[in-house]
C-alpha cells in the first residue's frame, strides 16, 4: 500500500496536541474553540492524505465498476476505505457510547423531577439541565447514524446493479480527482 508523506501530518499532530494541552489546562472557551478550527482542518488534511494514499487502487476499482467487471476483494476493500473507514474507525474506538446512554438516563430522570417547575430557579435548573441533554443526543445519534451508515453500505456493496454501479464509480472518481472533498 503506497503511504503519505506524513512530515505534514506530523507537524499538524504536534500543533493539535499543543493546543489540546493547553485547551485543557487554562479552560476556557477561546482555547476550544481553537483548539476545534484546528481539529476541523486537519480532519480535511488526513481525509485528502487518506484519498491521496488509495489513489491508484481507487482508479483500478472505478475501473472494474464503470467496466461492470466483477470487483475483487481489494476492489471492495478501496471501496469501503474511501467510503466508511472513516465511520469504521469512528464506531472501533469510541468507548463512551454507553456512558452517554447512562448519562442520558440520569438527566431524563432529572428532568422528570423538575415536571411540575414553577418557581424561577427550578425553571433555570430544568433548562440547565435539558441544555446538557441538548449537548448529549447528538454525541448518540451520530455514533448510531455512523453505524448504520456502515450496515447500509455492507448491504448495498452485495447487491451492486449497473446504475448502482455508475454512481459508485461517479463518486469515487470526484474523490480521486479532487482530494478536499
Known amino acids: ?49 487518506f ?23 481489494a476492489d471492495r476493500d478501496v471501496i469501503r476505505a474511501f467510503l466508511v473507514a472513516d465511520a469504521d474507525a469512528y464506531v472501533q474506538h469510541e468507548n463512551d457510547f454507553e ?5 442520558l438516563e440520569r438527566l431524563t430522570g432529572r428532568i422528570a423531577e423538575f415536571g411540575q417547575a414553577e418557581t424561577g430557579e427550578a425553571l433555570a435548573a430544568l433548562r440547565g439541565i435539558v441544555l446538557d441533554a441538548v449537548r448529549l443526543v ?13 450496515e447500509k453500505f455492507e448491504r448495498a456493496l452485495m447487491t451492486l446493479d449497473n446504475t448502482s454501479r455508475r454512481l459508485l464509480a461517479q463518486l469515487m472518481s470526484e474523490q480521486v480527482q479532487s482530494p478536499a472533498r
Open 1 to 49: 500500500m503506497p503511504t503519505v508523506d506524513s512530515v505534514g501530518i506530523a507537524d499538524e499532530v504536534e500543533e493539535i496536541c499543543q493546543l489540546s494541552s493547553q485547551a485543557l489546562r487554562d479552560r476556557t472557551a477561546d482555547g476550544f474553540e481553537t483548539l476545534e478550527h484546528h481539529l476541523a482542518r486537519f480532519e480535511a488534511h488526513v481525509r485528502e492524505a
Open 51 to 73: 484519498q491521496a494514499v488509495y489513489a491508484s487502487e481507487a482508479r483500478l476499482a472505478i475501473a472494474h465498476l464503470e467496466n461492470n467487471a466483477p470487483l475483487t476483494d
Open 99 to 103: 456512558n452517554w446512554c447512562s448519562e
Open 138 to 150: 447528538p454525541d448518540i445519534r451520530n455514533y448510531l447514524d455512523q453505524r448504520r451508515r456502515i
